[in-house]
């Protein structure tokens, strides 16, 4: 369904689809609003939020029912990831029971993972969103951190007989959760027992991170999909599309609270990625500043150059 700015007055935790009109559009959201999101780009709007562990262990085994192979070829892969890493790489090692640490290794390196990322930035969503995709539409996916946190916040002070947690023990107890999470990967969830979606930063960065200003979005169970465990931060009700002139009214609408739109999903047209690029060079984010070394610098050599064919100049 469509829905209106007006149609979310007293609600929380919708999820809102829209479409921009103009390469210029996104400047119109307001900056206060977007800063309740973390981002993520995908070349093809079309494309849910899937792990590369999940796609993989599809691609290999497109008809399976086994819940537990992801968990199965996640523990594989660590085990043969962390026991060969020391060959390769003399300096920091993480500790075996690090996960995260581990995991943001294999991701940085390319291999399948349970990590979605994800940045801080919406202009550099935008520019993952639209570079080397040649698909009709992409889309930048935009979460909101503190309907994201709420649940695992709710279980802190459950646990600890309190109401009230400061940001760094917040930090702290979801990093605690997620490698708690990650290392007993071949739990059974029970069907009334909640999934988590944490949003975190390795405790080490590396060159990547930083330039992207990256975190990732890790899963608590792999024998579910992604979406599947984000359905538990919406509003089923609160679900369809808007007109990106009434997601601008939203946006600078303060009598809104920061947890109404849990997931905004921004579709781009393929016509406006020319002026997009333009502006994001402007912005100096090209594939050379957001990869380190050659591969970034080799990267840009394959940038949208023209404005011809199906692509707008203005």
Not at 277 to 305: H, K, V
Request: net charge negative; with cysteine; proline share 3%.
């Amino acid at each position: 369904p469509t829905r209106r700015s007006s149609d979310l007055a007293g609600m929380k935790r919708a999820y809102i689809i829209t479409e921009i009109e103009y390469w210029n559009d996104i400047f119109r959201l307001n900056q206060r609003f977007m800063s309740n999101f973390i981002f993520r780009g995908q070349g093809n709007a079309d494309w849910s939020l899937k792990t590369s562990l999940a796609r993989m262990v599809e691609n290999h085994h497109p008809n399976y029912i086994e819940k537990a192979m992801p968990a199965s070829y996640e523990q594989r892969m660590m085990d043969e990831f962390q026991w060969k890493y020391p060959s390769y790489e003399k300096g920091h090692i993480p500790e075996s029971d690090e996960a995260i640490e581990w995991l943001s290794l294999m991701q940085h390196y390319g291999s399948p993972t349970r990590m979605l990322d994800f940045s801080y930035s919406m202009y550099v969503a935008l520019f993952m969103a639209i570079d080397g995709s040649f698909h009709d539409k992409s889309a930048i996916w935009a979460l909101n951190k503190h309907v994201l946190n709420e649940k695992l916040i709710r279980k802190y002070c459950t646990e600890n007989d309190t109401n009230v947690v400061s940001g760094d023990v917040r930090e702290k107890y979801i990093y605690e959760e997620a490698t708690k999470a990650i290392n007993r990967r071949f739990y059974t969830k029970k069907d009334d027992e909640n999934s988590y979606l944490y949003a975190i930063r390795p405790q080490l960065s590396n060159e990547r991170i930083n330039r992207q200003q990256g975190l990732f979005v890790i899963p608590s169970s792999i024998e579910i999909g992604f979406e599947d465990i984000l359905k538990e931060y919406y509003d089923s009700g609160q679900y369809g599309q808007m007109r990106f002139d009434d997601v601008v009214r939203l946006s600078v609408d303060h009598s809104f609270g920061q947890q109404t739109v849990a997931v905004l999903k921004i579709e781009i047209p393929k016509t406006l990625k020319y002026g997009l690029s333009t502006l994001l060079r402007q912005m100096n984010i090209t594939s050379e500043t957001m990869y380190p070394g050659l591969d970034g610098l080799a990267r840009s050599m394959s940038c949208l150059r023209d404005a011809m064919g199906d692509y707008k100049a203005d």
